[in-house]
C-alpha cells in the first residue's frame, strides 16, 4: 500500500489495521531508506531491521559452509567460497558472489513456473526486485 512519505502515515496505516482488524502490518519503508518490521514499533528502527537482514541471510551461506532453512542448520559439503544463496517460499532462488577477476559481483537467478512465459515472468520479477535492493544499498553508502 502507499501511503504519503514520513513514518507518521505508515505508522498511521499500522494504527488503522489494528483497529479495523481487516489487515496484519508487516513491513513499511520510504525512499529516504528508512524501514519498519513488524508493528510493535512506530518508526524507523535500525535495530530491527538489522536482526531482518541478519534472519534473511539465514539461507546458504558458503564462507561458513552452512545452510540453514526451517530453524534447522545443515553442512554444505563443498569448499568454503565468498557465495550466498537465497531460497525463496515459491522454489525460486537467488546467488551472489563477488567476481574471482573483475572488481564487480555476480548474480545467478533460478525460478520455478508451470510454464516458459510463467517462469520469464517470475524471473524478471526476482530480477527487479533484488537488485533494487542492491541499488538502495549502493546508494545509501554514497
Not at 529516504?32 to 536482526?51: C, E, H, M, P, T
Not at 545452510?67 to 542448520?73: M, T, V
Not at 546467488?95 to 517462469?119: I, N, Q, W
Request: some cysteine.
Amino acid at each position: 500500500m502507499d501511503t504519503l512519505t514520513g513514518f507518521k502515515f505508515i505508522g498511521k496505516k499500522n494504527n488503522e489495521f489494528e483497529q479495523t482488524g481487516q489487515h496484519t502490518f508487516l513491513f513499511g519503508y520510504e525512499e529516504s531508506y528508512g524501514y519498519l518490521i513488524g508493528d510493535f514499533v512506530r518508526d524507523k528502527d535500525a535495530v530491527q531491521s538489522a536482526i531482518f537482514a541478519a534472519e534473511v541471510a539465514a539461507m546458504e551461506d558458503y564462507a561458513t559452509s552452512v545452510r540453514k532453512a526451517g530453524g534447522l542448520e545443515s553442512k554444505i559439503n563443498l569448499s568454503s567460497s565468498n557465495v550466498l544463496k537465497y531460497f525463496l517460499s515459491d522454489g525460486s532462488w537467488f546467488c551472489l558472489r563477488p567476481s574471482g577477476t573483475e572488481p564487480k559481483a555476480k548474480f545467478y537467478f533460478g525460478v520455478k513456473g508451470d510454464s516458459m512465459e510463467h517462469s520469464q515472468e517470475k524471473l524478471a520479477a526476482i530480477q527487479t526486485a533484488v537488485m533494487n535492493m542492491v541499488n538502495v544499498r549502493l546508494a545509501a553508502r554514497v
